[in-house]
């Protein structure tokens, strides 16, 4: 696990504030992992839907991908630098529950940062949704956009000090070179 549970970020990974596209990114970094590499063959995110309603088949994408930054200061990870790693839709019940992505194709993590950008387009759903998460006194580690027209503009930015708490499944194995190159 990742993350102590110390906030509630309603921003990201997505925001349910009517915006039809949101778009976030957090860097985790080496020594939270504490892994040497492997494949990552789940991700689990902790929310709570407090809108008194299930929030059914929403359309979301994740990526992933190794990176030598250690903050969104560093700059935003470009599409062409990630791996797409889900593409589909996603239930969030009502109440406190776990989010639950299983990779199809396992996303091959060399051991060093790790940086997730979550992707919810085409619905501009208004929800009182939460996810748990951790603030880095010592660095802003999350950044998110959320528009209307689906452009990933930096001047539209917003970066956070905090970073949602996470479960990684990391499966040994050897290394995909080829998937898992530096960004």
């Not at 902790?46 to 809108?51: T, V």
């Not at 991908?65 to 630098?81: C, I, K, Q, R, Y």
């Not at 051991?111 to 950008?117: A, P, R, V």
Request: hydrophobic share 35%.
């Amino acid at each position: 696990r990742i993350g102590k549970n110390t906030h509630s970020p309603s921003l990201f990974p997505f925001s349910f504030e009517g915006f039809y596209y949101n778009y976030s990114q957090s860097i985790y970094l080496a020594e939270e992992i504490n892994v040497s590499g492997g494949y990552i063959s789940d991700v689990y995110y902790f929310y709570n839907n407090r809108s008194n309603q299930d929030l059914l088949r929403k359309p979301v994408r994740l990526y992933m991908g190794n990176t030598w930054f250690a903050s969104s200061l560093d700059g935003w990870v470009g599409f062409s630098e990630l791996t797409k790693v889900f593409d589909g839709f996603i239930d969030l019940k009502d109440g406190e529950h776990y989010l639950h992505y299983s990779i199809e194709k396992p996303f091959s993590y060399n051991g060093g940062n790790l940086c997730i950008m979550n992707e919810k387009h085409r619905d501009g759903t208004i929800a009182n949704v939460t996810f748990r998460g951790t603030e880095d006194e010592d660095a802003i580690r999350s950044v998110y956009i959320s528009n209307d027209n689906g452009a990933i503009d930096m001047s539209e930015a917003i970066g956070s000090y905090v970073i949602n708490d996470i479960y990684l499944v990391i499966r040994p194995g050897e290394i995909d070179h080829v998937n898992s190159a530096m960004v």
